[in-house]
């Protein structure tokens, strides 16, 4: 199962608090829930299947080059010798696509056993997500 998310990548946002009289809420940043719905979408539109066995994930996220950077690093940049120091924490990318796709590709990510990660940047921002599964 393999999918790409278009679009500049982003992390999950933490929960925010709100009072209300006596009592206090959380609620998650509108932000994070668009994106996880996107990651729904994606997944839903390019792959659709569902899985109970163990599961292996990699993820790649690319950025996009920053519009302020000289031309004679923009290659050193697509070519993989510069690699992006930017938020979002790549931790925070994958907990938002790991979460979104709960219920959805799997039962919880409790599934996943194996994850890896890799930020880069790219001409076109984008995260491309591939789920293998594994006999039990």
Do not use: W
């Amino acid at each position: 199962m393999d999918f790409i998310i278009p679009g500049e990548p982003t992390g999950k946002g933490r929960a925010k608090f709100a009072r209300r009289g006596n009592f206090v809420s959380t609620y998650t940043p509108e932000k994070t829930v668009l994106y996880e719905n996107l990651v729904k979408l994606c997944y839903q539109e390019q792959c659709g299947t569902y899985s109970e066995k163990s599961l292996s994930v990699e993820i790649y996220i690319y950025h996009s080059i920053p519009k302020s950077t000289p031309k004679k690093y923009i290659e050193e940049m697509l070519k993989g010798n510069i690699r992006p120091s930017k938020k979002p924490d790549i931790d925070n990318i994958c907990k938002v696509i790991l979460d979104a796709l709960n219920g959805i590709a799997y039962k919880d990510d409790t599934q996943v056993y194996h994850l890896e990660a890799t930020k880069r940047y790219a001409k076109e921002p984008s995260v491309q997500v591939y789920i293998t599964e594994h006999a039990e």
